[in-house]
């Protein structure tokens, strides 16, 4: 009886669904997509049914469930990966590529929950990894799809579902990732709208849902703005806000692998990524021999001359910050603007100016690399910390000094801290460990795993209970 019960439930939510689901977007976009909703209420009402469905979930299941997400995450790369660069216009659609497939295959999984066992003469206790519930998830438009596939292998992992709301920029492409990952849920007899969204994005939207009383955590990745409001919605939130991470180069260092590494890791999809090198700070001994080196890999020293010409089209009128039409764009798509012709494969463009520059002081999310110069290392470590100002978020380093990188490592004290090599190798690619794209440093979790977004339970057992 019961078992019928359940199955009648979940045949009038996915009626309910698909009557909730609107035949199209303003912007012509299909949304017959699973999880989708047009009213919040109906959408609270169909992920609710799926967390009570999912707390009798076995540990097996829940691995199965997992196994399928990752499985389409992969199959649908390249697909998913062509999508977002066509609806946001920014970044390239090979690194996005790798993106997904970093998130699919080293997003840690339910296996990360193993709990912590006492025994004693008193008895048994166990902490374990219990589910907050429903997470609301904010997304950014810098890596739409990864960031929900990422957190949603990491929420799921730990019993919970999750609403989403996407960028409004990456709308299309974050519902249709939502729609392949319900349909991978529901394949392998997992229940429907485990993950849900509205089929619209506004900050209106997203103030709702903060305040929501069936939201029990806040997830947000994305600027600086977002997460202040999340710091003040009255619930416990995890804030993964923008970093402006430097690269100290040490005259120690190898100049040729130095200009290699960090031009990968500051192109890797058009410097999008939050972690990626966004400045350089060198010092005298070994600047000439690193900018030279720049040449040889693959990015163009631009002419001093030339700086004024690149301000006009990279910074914004007040020179504040980035002009938004180039962030996430090509090398060669901002040169041209200046009036000069490069291949799509040029990966960067370098440019040495003063301590003070916009290029050194802004994170401009785009293949665009200041390089400032010092007189020593401890001058490159007061600027570098100066530069990255206290958001705790990534650094990185060049040195065959293990002293030098000990002492910057203490000074910097950021969340990700990278030793000769690209920056991404602290997200797992080309580095060991497992990965995250929502990297919390600004309210101190790091990068986030499945155990991130659960409760620590304690269960006390009392009375003789080992046999030792």
Do not use: W
Not at 164 to 181: E, R, T
Not at 255 to 277: L, Q, W, Y
Request: hydrophobic content about 45%; aromatic content about 4%.
């Amino acid at each position: 009886m019961q078992n019928l019960e359940i199955e009648i439930n979940t045949i009038v939510q996915r009626v309910l669904t698909q009557l909730e689901q609107t035949p199209s977007h303003s912007n012509g976009a299909s949304l017959s997509y699973r999880g989708v909703f047009s009213q919040i209420e109906s959408a609270m009402a169909a992920v609710e049914t799926a967390q009570r469905r999912f707390n009798r979930v076995s540990l097996a299941q829940r691995k199965n469930i997992i196994q399928a997400i990752r499985k389409v995450s992969i199959d649908k790369a390249q697909e998913m990966a062509e999508m977002v660069v066509e609806e946001t216009g920014m970044g390239r659609v090979a690194d996005k590529v790798l993106k997904h497939m970093l998130v699919a295959e080293k997003t840690p999984g339910p296996e990360f929950l193993n709990p912590d066992a006492y025994v004693g003469d008193d008895g048994l206790m166990i902490e374990e990894c219990a589910p907050f519930g429903l997470i609301l998830s904010i997304t950014p438009v810098t890596n739409p799809t990864a960031t929900i596939i990422n957190n949603t292998i990491s929420m799921l992992s730990a019993g919970n579902t999750v609403f989403f709301a996407p960028h409004p920029n990456a709308l299309n492409c974050s519902l249709k990732m939502i729609d392949l990952i319900n349909e991978a849920i529901e394949k392998v007899g997992g229940p429907p709208n485990l993950v849900v969204a509205m089929d619209v994005a506004t900050i209106e939207l997203v103030g709702r849902l903060m305040k929501h009383p069936k939201i029990a955590l806040l997830s947000v990745t994305g600027g600086t703005g977002v997460v202040d409001v999340a710091l003040e919605s009255g619930k416990r939130a995890i804030g993964a806000a923008a970093g402006n991470p430097p690269v100290l180069v040490d005259d120690t260092a190898d100049p040729e692998k130095a200009a290699r590494d960090i031009v990968a890791g500051h192109s890797f999809d058009n410097n999008m990524p939050c972690t990626s090198e966004k400045e350089v700070v060198v010092t005298e001994g070994i600047a000439d021999r690193l900018m030279e080196a720049f040449t040889h890999a693959n990015a163009l020293v631009l002419d001093p001359k030339l700086l004024p010409q690149l301000e006009a089209v990279v910074l914004n009128e007040k020179q504040t910050g980035p002009n938004r039409k180039f962030i996430g764009k090509n090398a060669c798509v901002i040169l041209k603007e200046i009036g000069i012709q490069a291949d799509d494969d040029l990966r960067t463009i370098v440019v040495e100016v003063d301590k003070e520059h916009p290029f050194a002081r802004h994170e401009l999310m785009m293949p665009v690399l200041a390089v400032v110069r010092v007189r020593d290392f401890a001058a490159a470590v007061d600027l570098a910390v100066e530069m990255e100002e206290g958001l705790h978020h990534s650094a990185i380093i060049h040195s065959a000094n293990i002293y030098h990188m000990s002492e910057f490592g203490k000074a910097i004290n950021t969340t990700l801290y990278v030793k000769n090599a690209p920056s991404y190798a602290g997200l797992g690619m080309g580095g060991e460990g497992y990965t995250s794209f929502t990297i919390a440093g600004r309210t101190g979790e790091g990068m986030t795993t499945c155990r991130t977004f659960t409760r620590f339970r304690r269960c006390s057992l009392v009375g003789a209970f080992s046999s030792v």
